[in-house]
């Protein structure tokens, strides 16, 4: 099993662009989730899922929309990226009480 | 609603030292509880969990023991190495498809 993976590794963004950063796994794995990791904040949560075709909000949505085709990827879209979305992107999976995750996106805004 | 609270950091320690990291909790239910640790560089791996009241984790040589009465979590290691320097951080959730809550984590760096 691979796990959780995550492309890119590093993105760099000028203001105004969008992309997708993915997520993929191949543990079948119904609950997935998308965070951020900021200095002095933790990880603050942005959308999950809990099956193909449901997603919904967690605390930071604004600016990030996400869907959910297939059980095994959940990408994270950036419609129009701004300097304060510069951060570091983790995808995590769940099965039970425990979450997998993925090795994370640097993504630099400018 | 539910919220986990770290001790701040960051702490420094010397090789053998005895580590101590403060973690309590708020939450509706009854949680499962875990330690996540992140290495340099590198995503978070899950440290150990316990998922009911007086429960005791560990691997690695730390352990955390589910203590309900005073809502707590803290991590303990008897003697801290250098490979042990990282990012912890304490989680909670209420439920297999319920979100996970985290600490804002705590940078512990250990000096040979």
């Known amino acids: 099993n691979a796990g959780v993976t995550q492309t890119p590794k590093f993105q760099v963004l000028k203001t105004g662009q969008s992309m997708t950063l993915q997520c993929a796994q191949d543990m079948n794995h119904e609950y997935m989730s998308w965070y951020r990791q900021d200095p002095g904040m933790g990880l603050r949560l942005i959308h999950y899922s809990v099956g193909a075709g449901i997603t919904d909000q967690g605390e930071v949505p604004n600016g990030y929309n996400v869907s959910r085709s297939t059980t095994e990827d959940f990408p994270l879209r950036l419609l129009s990226a701004a300097p304060s979305q510069t951060s570091v992107y983790f995808c995590a999976s769940s099965r039970e009480h425990e979450q997998y995750f993925g090795p994370g996106t640097r993504l630099t805004v400018t | 609603g539910n919220s986990v609270t770290q001790m701040e950091g960051p702490v420094t320690l010397s090789e053998e030292a005895f580590l101590t990291i403060n973690c309590t909790y708020t939450a509706t239910g009854y949680p499962s509880l875990f330690w996540y640790v992140q290495y340099p560089g590198e995503g978070l791996q899950l440290l150990l969990k316990?998922?009911?009241?007086?429960d005791k984790g560990s691997n690695k040589g730390f352990e955390a023991t589910y203590r309900k009465e005073t809502t707590s979590f803290h991590l303990e290691k008897g003697s801290v190495q250098v490979s042990d320097s990282a990012v912890y951080f304490c989680a909670l959730r209420t439920g297999a498809n319920s979100k996970l809550t985290f600490g804002k984590g705590i940078t512990l760096s250990v000096r040979p």
């Open positions: 316990a998922t009911k009241a007086d």
